[in-house]
């Protein structure tokens, strides 16, 4: 990967997280907001079930943010775009689909069908 490219998945990795955490900035604001204690049983269950929601996926963006942060420290040590398993370099269609992957399109076919067979 040419010094051009590399500079371009760091760019979208770093705007991916910055979008990111403004989304957690608003989701913390938006809780604390509109944290009401409704008297009616039903409303609150509504309020709840949508912050339970929330904090969800936030628990998922938390961990997408992780990975990021991993790929942009790997930009750093030269590692990025390259294999964990094999060692082969990922495709660049693959990181454009997906620019946090640590596996090539073949380490990642086996790992998928590992994960079928043990359940």
Avoid at 55 to 84: F, N, P, Q, V, W
Avoid at 98 to 103: C, E, F, K, V
Wanted: hydrophobic fraction near 30%.
């Amino acid at each position: 990967m040419n010094e051009n490219q590399l500079k371009h998945f760091e760019s979208l990795l770093r705007s991916w997280k910055a979008e990111l955490m403004e989304e957690v900035d608003r989701t913390v604001h938006h809780m604390q907001d509109d944290a009401s204690n409704f008297p009616d049983p039903n409303d609150r269950a509504t309020q709840e079930s949508e912050f339970s929601l929330e904090l969800r996926t936030r628990d998922r963006e938390r961990k997408l943010i992780k990975k990021i942060d991993e790929s942009l420290k790997d930009i750093e040590s030269g590692d990025y775009g390259y294999c964990e398993t094999c060692g082969i370099e990922i495709g660049i269609r693959r990181l454009e689909a997906r620019p946090t992957a640590t596996l090539c399109i073949d380490c990642k076919t086996l790992d998928e069908i590992r994960e079928k067979q043990v359940g």
